[in-house]
């Protein structure tokens, strides 16, 4: 295989070189693609290199937390119970709202909540005394638009409107970078298994992010040319994420979620499918 001077194959950059030449017979996905079967880029490298070329496609509404299952509290709650609210959810950052959840009116911030230790009776007043102006963005904005902005405003997080206006869900950084290098783990989130587990009489509980091939060690050959990893393989044939209990067989094999949020599978249940169910491929619970 040709390389250039530092030891790396030229195939790839070639393949770069004929797309921004304009060559009709190659789209740089493609390129990417190629070059990943050509073992010229490694799996992990091909699925950020596709990330980033889809990612300005992206708009708000795709990536962010829908209204119903975002953390906020009411502006007319104390402090006290602020603080409360924060430990409970994780989050540095907390929506307020007048009324409904419809209307956000601040973003209250955890270390603002730092200042009222050294008064503690100021825990006792309401969290409109400190809450911060909300950042609002229209849910169909670009998420490269959005990064943009929240670099120039030194923002983290964004409440969507929905096109009359009201609160169609909310959008951190964290989201955004999410969609290029996959989902980042802070201090509050349990620490990712990628393993297998073998529960015995052929039960396995795993990692969603298990990759396919490491799968096919131990029971059913799945193969595909657009996702890696187990969970990406369902969500991919189920049409959205899983929730928690949806189940699919595959393979004489049956895939059941055991944890999963709104945007990621984490959790797996793997068993063999009674007979009666691989006559089907696919099965929810």
Partial sequence: MESDNSGHSTGFWSRLGHFFGHDPEESLEQAIIDARADGEVAPEQEKMLLAILRFYKIQVQDTMTPRADIDCVADDISLREVAEAVMSSGHSRLPVYRDNRDNIVGIVHAKDLLACLKDTASLDSPVSTIMREAYFVPETKTLPSLLQEFRVRKQHIAVALDEYGGTSGLV??????????????????????????????????????????????????????????????????????????????????????????????????????????????AQQA
């Fill in 172 to 281: 951190s950084l964290e989201d955004v970078l999410e969609e290029i290098f996959g989902d980042i783990e802070d201090e509050h989130d349990k620490p990712a298994k990628d393993t297998i587990t073998d529960l015995g009489n052929s039960v396995f509980e795993m990692s969603a992010r298990v990759y396919l091939e490491d799968l096919a060690e131990i029971g059913p050959v799945i193969t595909s040319e657009d996702v890696d990893t187990i969970g990406g393989y369902l969500s991919m044939e189920f049409g959205h994420v899983p929730a928690v209990g949806e189940a699919m067989t595959i393979e004489g094999w049956t895939f059941t979620v055991l944890d999963a949020d709104k945007k990621h599978v984490k959790r797996l249940r793997m068993t063999p499918a009674a007979k009666e169910d691989t006559q089907q491929p």
